[in-house]
């Protein structure tokens, strides 16, 4: 593990494998090095051509965190990160991840190649957008506890889990992992903002975004769909690819070569 200082002086963990371009992950929603083995097996994939950069987000894992938060703050972590690798870089997010990716590269961050798998852009009424007060609560339930009420509103709002499944996933030993870093559930909120609000021009934001974009879904979520279309269509520089069948959690090798061959460029 090594760490690279933001802006703020929070300090950031990230781990490096490979040789070659580089290639930063950026994860989604409670993803972290220590918790999410899947990101660190695609990571080993891409190092066979790329130096790849998986890093924990702040507040999670062994990185820092230092309120209040600010999507800007994320934005100057992954600009740290690109300075530490000596950029430019490609960079590679999941989910809110890919949120946050696009976030800053439209900000100017030094990033000569994006790939988003499925970013959270909801341009159409076939899901419910997200409650005005999503962030809010989010932050509330994670602040006063038990960490596991955070956790539950997440994942039947955003997700959309039954309510019943909730007993047997708080049975999983993966349960504890997200609770603690229930608290960084807001801070997804808070990046996916506006993008989640329904509207045919949500992906409309990210239309100063030059750099030759790889957008991706594995066409199992109709409104995950219709928002990778949409982000395709806004940006002028954008390819556009579903994995047939691929859940939201990708499976490392269906994805692996196709990032590889799009960051060898």
Known sequence: MSIVKSRDGTTIA???VGDGPPVILVGGAFQHRAFDPRTGQLAALL????TVYRYDRRGRGD??????YAVAREIEDLDALISEVGGPAGVYGESSGGNLVLEAAAGGLAIN???VWEANILVD?????LPDDYVRRLTVLASVGPRGEAVAYFLTTAVGVPPEYL???RANPMWAGMEAVAHTLAYDGTVVGESMSGTPAA???WRSVTVPTLVLDGGQSPWMSAGADALAKALPHAVRQTLVGQEHGVAPESIGP????FFAG
């Open 14 to 16: 990230f781990d490096k």
């Open 47 to 50: 190092a066979e051509r790329f």
């Open 63 to 68: 990185s820092g965190d230092t309120p209040p």
């Open 113 to 115: 190649r994006i790939a």
């Open 125 to 129: 009424d076939s899901r419910p957008p």
């Open 167 to 169: 007993a047997p996933m």
């Open 203 to 205: 992906a409309q934001q």
């Open 258 to 261: 196709i990032l590889t061959e």
